[in-house]
């Protein structure tokens, strides 16, 4: 069973940048898509940010938009979610997902990185 794993959240002040980064433990990886999400105390988990595999087609939540870059290597078995002018909203735990070939849901996730940003 293929796994993702993820690393770079921390605390960071407001303003700060902070770079995540999500490696799946076993090539080759065949994937649809594969994204970003978070989950901040007391609300529900939403996808920030996402890229399709077969071309590179990104999509951004409208409060990470303009702020925040997804990416992948060409492999495509990672990804990083480079994170720019952070505020207090942006804390929560960080998920990385894949929606493998064949499934129609993000059905492997990782373990979640937090990032805490301080005012």
């Known amino acids: 069973q293929v796994q993702l794993v993820e690393s770079g959240g921390g605390v960071v002040q407001a303003g700060d940048s902070l770079r995540l980064s999500c490696a799946a433990s076993?090539?080759?990886?065949?994937?649809?898509?594969m994204g970003w999400f978070r989950q901040a105390p007391g609300k529900e988990r939403e996808l920030v940010a996402r890229i399709r595999s077969s071309n590179g087609e990104t999509y951004y939540s409208d409060s990470v938009n303009g702020r925040f870059r997804i990416s992948r290597n060409r492999a495509g078995n990672s990804v990083y979610l480079e994170m720019n002018n952070l505020n207090s909203e942006d804390t929560a735990v960080y998920y990385c997902?894949?929606?493998?070939?064949?499934?129609?849901?993000?059905?492997?996730w990782g373990q979640g990185t937090q990032v805490t940003v301080s005012s």
């Open positions: 076993r090539r080759p990886f065949a994937t649809y898509a």
């Open positions: 997902a894949a929606q493998r070939v064949g499934s129609s849901v993000y059905d492997v």
